[in-house]
């Protein structure tokens, strides 16, 4: 199933036609999309829902992502929170233990230096810091300088878009699907994906800006970010898991094995 991205910027129109979503904008031919292979939904800015279009979309279970009109992650909307929780809640629950927070500390770190060095490798930085925060500016600044851009605006949607598919996989293993009521440590796992998926999305917009050599759009970066989306629910899907080791004490040291994929080592050959 894919994401329906709806950017507000259309002065579009939601409705429901059947059971599929149409969507309305001026001049051009209305769109319509079957809600059973749809996803989910990120709404980007403002847009104009008929009631029955967004209750469709609860009822057959399709979260919608809001995000504001600069692409900064917003809310869910989905149906009625489920009483039980599963995998997300119970990693929050653990990190209200000392030891546990430690150890996951420790995880962390050690995922956060490998994604770190494999984002300096695929962009042939040479920069000797291990300050993550150095190498962050680093990398922004090298690409404004060298794409002759301000890449503020870029990452602010990249990561809005990447708030949304985190979120919702954080919902589709049992977090609450009110972020209301999420605790500090479930968001403290909520931000610290977002960071480790930060250096991904960096060598994603180098990846189009060395294809296109002009500053991409937004639906240009959607479908780069789209490509690698099912990628991407699987690395999720595996730092829980690692994580879940990691308190345990039984996490074996050294980088996870889909780090050193020759596949992503080499995409920007």
């Known amino acids: 199933m894919k994401t329906l991205y709806l950017d507000g910027r259309g002065s579009l129109e939601v409705g429901l036609d059947g059971p599929a979503l149409r969507v309305r904008r001026p001049l051009r031919a209305d769109g319509r999309?079957?809600?059973?292979?749809?996803?989910?939904?990120?709404?980007?800015?403002?847009?104009?829902?008929?009631?029955?279009a967004l209750e469709a979309c609860l009822c057959f279970g399709r979260p919608v992502m809001?995000?504001?009109?600069?692409g900064r992650f917003v809310r869910i909307k989905f149906e009625k929170a489920n009483q039980q929780y599963g995998l997300a809640r119970h990693m929050g629950e653990l990190l209200g233990v000392p030891r546990f927070q430690q150890r996951y500390r420790a995880w962390?770190?050690?995922?956060?230096?490998?994604?770190?060095q494999r984002a300096k490798t695929?962009?042939?930085?040479?920069?000797l810091t291990s300050s993550p925060c150095k190498v962050w500016a680093k990398i922004c600044h090298g690409q404004s300088r060298r794409w002759g851009m301000r890449t503020g605006p870029y990452y602010r949607y990249l990561l809005?878009?990447?708030?949304?598919?985190?979120?919702?996989?954080?919902v589709s293993v049992g977090m609450p699907r009110n972020p209301d009521v999420w605790g500090k440590e479930e968001f403290r796992i909520f931000s610290h994906f977002l960071r480790l998926e930060r250096w991904r999305l960096a060598v994603l917009l180098?990846?189009?800006?060395?294809?296109?050599?002009t500053p991409p759009t937004r639906h240009e970066l959607t479908a780069a970010f789209e490509a690698l989306a099912e990628e991407r629910n699987r690395r999720l899907g595996d730092?829980?898991?690692?994580?879940?080791?990691?308190?345990a004490g039984l996490q074996k040291r050294g980088a996870p094995s889909h780090l050193k994929e020759a596949r992503l080592e080499k995409s920007l050959s």
């Open 33 to 52: 999309y079957p809600l059973p292979r749809v996803g989910r939904v990120v709404v980007i800015g403002r847009v104009k829902w008929k009631p029955n």
């Open 66 to 70: 809001i995000l504001d009109n600069q």
């Open 108 to 116: 962390y770190l050690e995922v956060e230096r490998a994604e770190m």
């Open 122 to 127: 695929l962009m042939m930085l040479n920069c």
């Open 160 to 170: 809005g878009i990447a708030s949304a598919q985190v979120a919702s996989f954080f």
């Open 206 to 213: 180098e990846e189009l800006m060395r294809a296109k050599r």
């Open 239 to 247: 730092w829980c898991r690692m994580i879940l080791l990691a308190m």
